[in-house]
C-alpha cells in the first residue's frame, strides 16, 4: 500500500501540529529585516525576482512575507507559527503567549466547563497545540508560572475529555454536534467516535429493513439527532 | 478480500457466480502524456476565476504580454483543504490539477530562488562591498536565517504534496476495480477518466499499470487454474463482494465554513448565522455556519464539493 | 474436508500480519512463500474441477427428478469448495502483494537494487542492498547505506519477484517529471526539525553541503541540515543535541 494504515481516516499527532504550525502568531522580533530598499508593496511573489535586484532576502510561497522581511528588532509582527518557533529556536524572537495562556483566563475557561456540563467552552480551535509548542519551545514567554498553566490546562483537558465520554453515550445514527471541540481533541476522539456512528447506522439499517413497516421504528420519542453545543463564551 | 472476512465466513454459503471475467486487455496504457507543470500556462490560471479580482493580486508579465496571476499564499491555504479533505474522505475527491501546476511550480521556482540565494550569499561573505556601518557577520547569519526558513518551508509543500498524492494513490489502490468499472460503465474512453477530472493522468496511468500488474500476478499464480466460471475478480456471489468500493455513509467530522470562507472564525456572532439543510432518513437537520458536527459523509457531500463544509 | 488446506492459509497469512505488525525488522514482513500450501490447494482444485465436468455431464443426463435434485446438490458443493479455494487464496496472494507494496515506498532502494539473477539458490539469502550495478536507479540517495538489512528475495515467489521489480519501476516512474521535486518515497511524518544542532563525537574530516564546508573536528558544534549529516548520526560521528 502506498500509504500506511496507521495513517489512513486519521491524522498523526504530528500532522494536527504541523497544520496548526500554519496559523499566525505574534512575535516580537529580536533583529531586523527591513532594508532601505523597502518592499512595501506586500507579498509581491515573482517568480523571476532574482532577475530583479535588489534580491529579496525572505521569498516565502506558503504565506505573506511582507512581514518577515519588514521586521524590526523589538517591534511586534505577526508570523507563521512554524517560523516564530524556528526564529525563536535561533534566539531571533520571542513568541508573544496569546490572551489565552493566563492562569486568570484559563480559570475562565474551567468554570465554564464545569458549570455547563453538556457545552464546550470557546477556546481556540488549536488551544493543545499551541499551548503545548509554548510550553516546550518558548517556556520564557509565558507571563504566568509554567507549572500553574500546564496543571489548567491538564485540567481542562481530563474535563473536556470527561465530557466527550459522556457525549459519546448520545452518538446514535444521524447525527451529533460538536462546537468548540479543538482539532487534537477531534482526533483523539475520532477512532471510536467515527466507528460507534457507523454502527449505530449499520444497526439502524438492519433493524428498519428486518422488521419491515408494522414496527415503529420512531418508538423511542428522544430526537435522533442530538447537540452537545455551545453559544456563550465564558 | 480481507482475511479476517474470510475466516468470519467460513459457515456461509455462496451463489454459483456468472462468468463475467474483469477483461484486461480493455485498459491499454496510455503513455503520450508528457505536461510539463508550466507549459501550459494560461489555462493553469485563466480556468481558475476565483483568483482573478482578489485585491492583493500578485501579477506577473509573460513573454506575450499575457498577465498571470499568481497567489501562493491563498494556493496553499487552498493545497492544505484539499489534503484534509481527501484524506478524511471515504471516496477518492477530484484532483485539482491546475492548483497542484500552480504549487509544483512554485515549488520548482523556490528550489531555484534558494541556490541562487545560496550563491550570492557565498559571494557576499568574501566581498567587501556591503553596508559600512553593518557586521558582515551578522549579514551572513541573517541571510543563513532566511535560507533555514525557506528550505523548511520548502520541505513543509513537499511534505503536503507527497501526503497527498499518496493518500491517493491508496485510495485508487483500494478502489481499483471499482473505478475500473466507474469507467466501463460510463462507457468512456481511456483517457476520460482523467479529463472528467476525478483522477490526473499521472493517477490514471498508475491506476491502468498496477492493476495490470496484480491480475497478471493473480491470473498466472492462481486465476488461471480455476474453473473458468471462478476467473473473475469482480464478482459479488459469494457473501462478500470482491470489489472494494468507497463506503459513502460513513461518518465523519465536519466544519461548516460557510460562506464568508473564515476558517474556525467565530468572532462574527453579529452576522446571522447561515445554515444548510441535510437531509438523512426522514430527517431534516439544520447545520449552522461555524458548527462541528459528526455527520454521514453522502449527506454533506454536495457542501463539501461546494467549498461550505469541510471535513476535520 | 475440502477447503482445510484454504483455511490453513489464511491462518498463516493472518500469522504473518501480526509479524508485520508487531515487527519493524525488515526480515519480518514478508514471510517464506507458503509454496507447498499453494501447490495442494491447486491440485485440490484440479479435483474440484474434474468433479464439476463429471456431475455436470451426470446431471443432464439424469432424468429422475430425486435424483437430478441430489446431483444438483452435489454439483453446487462442490462449486463452493472452488470458490472458497479461489477466495483464500487471492486473499493470501493480495495480502502479500499489499505487503510489497508497501515495501516498495518504503524501502526501493533495497528492492531496485537486487534480485538480478540471484535466483534459484534458495537457502543463500540474498542481500539486496548496496549493489549499485543497476542502471534503473543513479538518482541513488544516501538511504543504501543506511538500510544494510538484508531482505531474503527467496522469501518470494518467482511471480512475486517479478512483482515487485515492476511495481518498483512503476514508482520509480511517479516519480519522474512532474514530481521530481516532490520525492514521493519521502517521509508521511511532517518535518519538524529541518535543521539540528550536533556535536562531533569523532573526527570525520570535512564535508560539503549546500551551506558550505564543515570541518568536523571531535567536540566541535554545528548547526546543520538534518538530511545533509543523518548518515554520519548513524555511524556515530555526529549526535544530535
Given amino acids: 500500500m502506498s500509504f500506511p494504515e496507521s495513517l489512513q481516516n486519521t491524522f498523526l499527532p504530528q500532522e494536527i501540529q504541523f497544520i496548526v504550525e500554519n496559523e499566525p502568531i505574534k512575535i516580537l522580533p529580536r533583529i531586523t529585516t527591513r532594508q532601505r530598499k523597502q518592499y512595501r508593496q506586500g507579498s509581491n511573489y515573482d517568480p523571476d525576482s532574482k532577475n530583479s535586484h535588489p534580491i529579496k532576502p525572505w521569498r516565502l510561497i506558503t504565506t505573506n512575507d511582507y512581514n518577515v522581511n519588514n521586521m524590526i528588532a523589538m517591534k511586534s509582527t505577526e508570523l507563521p507559527l512554524w517560523m516564530a518557533v524556528l526564529l525563536k529556536e535561533q534566539k531571533k524572537c520571542n513568541i508573544i503567549a496569546p490572551n489565552w495562556i493566563t492562569v486568570s483566563n484559563l480559570d475562565k475557561y474551567i468554570d465554564f466547563e464545569l458549570k455547563n456540563p453538556m457545552k464546550f467552552s470557546s477556546l481556540p480551535w488549536n488551544w493543545l497545540v499551541i499551548a503545548c509548542i509554548l510550553f516546550t519551545k518558548a517556556p520564557d514567554d509565558l507571563t504566568d508560572p509554567i507549572h500553574l498553566l500546564k496543571s489548567r490546562c491538564q485540567d481542562l483537558r481530563e474535563i473536556r475529555l470527561a465530557k466527550v465520554q459522556n457525549g459519546l453515550a448520545i452518538l446514535n445514527e444521524s447525527h451529533l454536534q460538536l462546537d468548540n471541540l479543538s482539532l487534537m481533541e477531534i482526533n483523539e476522539i475520532r477512532p471510536y467516535a467515527t466507528k460507534i456512528s457507523d454502527m449505530f447506522k449499520n444497526l439502524h439499517k438492519n433493524t428498519a429493513a428486518g422488521l419491515g413497516e408494522d414496527y415503529d421504528m420512531h418508538m423511542d420519542t428522544s430526537e435522533p439527532g442530538a447537540s452537545f453545543n455551545m453559544t456563550q463564551n465564558p | ?312 | ?241
Fill in chain 2, 1 to 312: 478480500m480481507d482475511i479476517d472476512d474470510i475466516l468470519a465466513d467460513l459457515d456461509d454459503t455462496t451463489n454459483i457466480p456468472t462468468s463475467s471475467s474483469f477483461n484486461t486487455s480493455v485498459f491499454s496504457i496510455n503513455n503520450n502524456n508528457n505536461d510539463s507543470s508550466i507549459t501550459e500556462e494560461n489555462s493553469i490560471l485563466t480556468e481558475d476565476d476565483t483568483l482573478i479580482g482578489h485585491h492583493n493580486n500578485n501579477t506577473h508579465k509573460t513573454d506575450n504580454n499575457t498577465t498571470i496571476t499568481f497567489h501562493p499564499e491563498k494556493d496553499y491555504q487552498e493545497l492544505i483543504t484539499t489534503w484534509r479533505n481527501e484524506r478524511m474522505a471515504p471516496e477518492i475527491l477530484h484532483y485539482p490539477d491546475n492548483l497542484i501546476k500552480r504549487i509544483l511550480y512554485y515549488v520548482e521556482q523556490q528550489i531555484e530562488y534558494i541556490e541562487y540565494l545560496s550563491l550570492g550569499f557565498d559571494n557576499d561573505s568574501t566581498s567587501t562591498d556591503n553596508n559600512a556601518n553593518r557586521n558582515v557577520n551578522t549579514m551572513y547569519k541573517d541571510k543563513k536565517l532566511s535560507l533555514l526558513c525557506m528550505e523548511a518551508e520548502l520541505e513543509r509543500v513537499k511534505f503536503v504534496i507527497r501526503s497527498y498524492i499518496r493518500c491517493r494513490l491508496s485510495k485508487i489502490d483500494r478502489f481499483a476495480i471499482y473505478l475500473h468499472q466507474l469507467i466501463n460503465l460510463d462507457d468512456i474512453g481511456n483517457d476520460e477518466l482523467s479529463k472528467s477530472g476525478l483522477v490526473s493522468r499521472t493517477e490514471y496511468m498508475y491506476l491502468v499499470k498496477h492493476s495490470e500488474l496484480l491480475l497478471n500476478h493473480l491470473h498466472n499464480t492462481v486465476l488461471k487454474h480455476m474453473h473458468e466460471n471462478l476467473q473473475a475478480i469482480d464478482d459479488n456471489n459469494g457473501s462478500i463482494d470482491m470489489v472494494t468500493k468507497p463506503q459513502l455513509d460513513n461518518f465523519v467530522f465536519i466544519f461548516v465554513r460557510g460562506r464568508n470562507q473564515n476558517t474556525n472564525d467565530n468572532n462574527n456572532k453579529k452576522d446571522k448565522k447561515e445554515t444548510y439543510v441535510v437531509h438523512i432518513d426522514d430527517e431534516e437537520i439544520d447545520l449552522v455556519t461555524g458548527g462541528i458536527y459528526i455527520i454521514r459523509y453522502n449527506v454533506i457531500k454536495k457542501y463539501l464539493e461546494e467549498g461550505l463544509v469541510v471535513l476535520l
Fill in chain 3, 1 to 241: 474436508m475440502y477447503g482445510d488446506l484454504s483455511n490453513k492459509l489464511i491462518l498463516e497469512a493472518k500469522r504473518a500480519k501480526q509479524l508485520r505488525e508487531t515487527s519493524t525488522s525488515l526480515a519480518s514482513q514478508l514471510t517464506p512463500y507458503q509454496e507447498t500450501f499453494v501447490r495442494n490447494i491447486l491440485k485440490e482444485v484440479e479435483q474440484l474441477k474434474q468433479n464439476a465436468i463429471f456431475l455436470h455431464e451426470e446431471i443432464v443426463n439424469e432424468t429422475d427428478p430425486m435424483q437430478l435434485k441430489m446431483k444438483k446438490c452435489q454439483y453446487y458443493v462442490n462449486f463452493f469448495a472452488m470458490e472458497r479455494n479461489k477466495r483464500c487464496l487471492l486473499a493470501y496472494h493480495k495480502d502479500r502483494s499489499d505487503t510489497m507494496d508497501s515495501l516498495c515506498w518504503d524501502q526501493q532502494n533495497l528492492i531496485l537494487n537486487g534480485g538480478n539473477g540471484n535466483k534459484g539458490n534458495k537457502h543463500d539469502a540474498t542481500t539486496l542492498d548496496n549493489n549499485n550495478n543497476n542502471d534503473d536507479n543513479d538518482n541513488d540517495n544516501n538511504s543504501n547505506n543506511i538500510d544494510n538489512e538484508t531482505f531474503d528475495i527467496n522469501n518470494l515467489s518467482h511471480e512475486e519477484q517479478v512483482y515487485i521489480r515492476e511495481y518498483s519501476k512503476l514508482i520509480t516512474s511517479l516519480n519522474g517529471d512532474e514530481f521530481a521535486d516532490i520525492d514521493l518515497n519521502g517521509s508521511l511524518v511532517p518535518p519538524s526539525e529541518v535543521f539540528i544542532d550536533v556535536r562531533v563525537l569523532k573526527d570525520a574530516g570535512e564535508i560539503q553541503t549546500e551551506y558550505g564546508v564543515f570541518n568536523l573536528i571531535k567536540d566541535s558544534q554545528f548547526f546543520v541540515r538534518q538530511s545533509d549529516v543523518e548518515r554520519l548520526i548513524q555511524q556515530g560521528y555526529l549526535k544530535k543535541i
